[in-house]
């Protein structure tokens, strides 16, 4: 098995979430099909910073969740890196799957009910909004695909490039706090995670090591981000909005 230099059974995961998107963009409007949505120019740049500051990294695995917006986020990044793998996709890292949001009469409204599920996630059959895919189903394909990619013995450093939701999902249950923390665990857009797994002999986690969270190389110290990722999303109009 390989490991990270200097350990005997360590490996590293670097978790993005995909650069900056226009959900409300003319065309995702116009057919309600969220996963085509692009990167713009913004996530783009996003994208680039966090591809520079990982450009002297050698990644031995990299995978993303297949929608365009991983994949976009995945190929930027690699291509800033001297030796690139070659790309992979797993349906499992795919974003948490939305219901149908309640009514509201504001945008804080509507920002306050959306909060109001992750708050929930760890509450028995709770969904992402009504209708919604469960949380723990969600965490459960998440955590999956994190643990078939840990359980190929070719790589010590791997780069995946998932989704605010699943990072969530993700992070919270690599600090052992199963969905209690899903909701305290911000994912900036283009931000990087970084955690360590040691293994323990047959192959499975004995240990997560959380080493750093939610880092935004396109703005180190965050100035002037003042606002959640939701809502800076919420600051265009929206209606009839699935998520």
Known sequence: MRA?????????LYLMRHGHVDYFAPKVRATGDIHSVSLTERGRSEAEAAGRA???????RA???????????????LSCVKSAPRLETD???????????????????LIAAMNSYFHRAHEPGATNHEGGEVFAAAQERAVRGVERLLEANDWHTAL???HEGINRVLLSWACGA?????????????CINI????????????RALIKAINITPH?????????????QIMQRDIKDVRV
């Open 63 to 77: 995978v993303c969740s297949g929608l365009p917006r991983t994949c976009e986020t995945a190929e930027i990044v």
């Open 4 to 12: 990270l230099p200097g350990t005997v059974s360590r490996r590293r």
């Open 178 to 190: 199963g969905l209690m923390a899903m909701s305290s665990f911000e994912q900036d857009t283009a």
């Open 91 to 109: 349906a499992d890292l795919i974003e948490l799957r939305g219901g149908t949001l309640p009514p509201v009469k504001s945008r804080e409204e």
């Open 160 to 162: 995946i490039v998932a």
């Open 219 to 231: 703005n180190y110290l965050k100035h002037g981000m003042n606002l959640t990722s939701l809502e």
């Open 195 to 206: 955690i360590d797994f040691d293994l323990g002999g047959t192959g499975g986690v004995r």
């Open 54 to 60: 990982l450009s002297h990294i050698t990644f031995d």
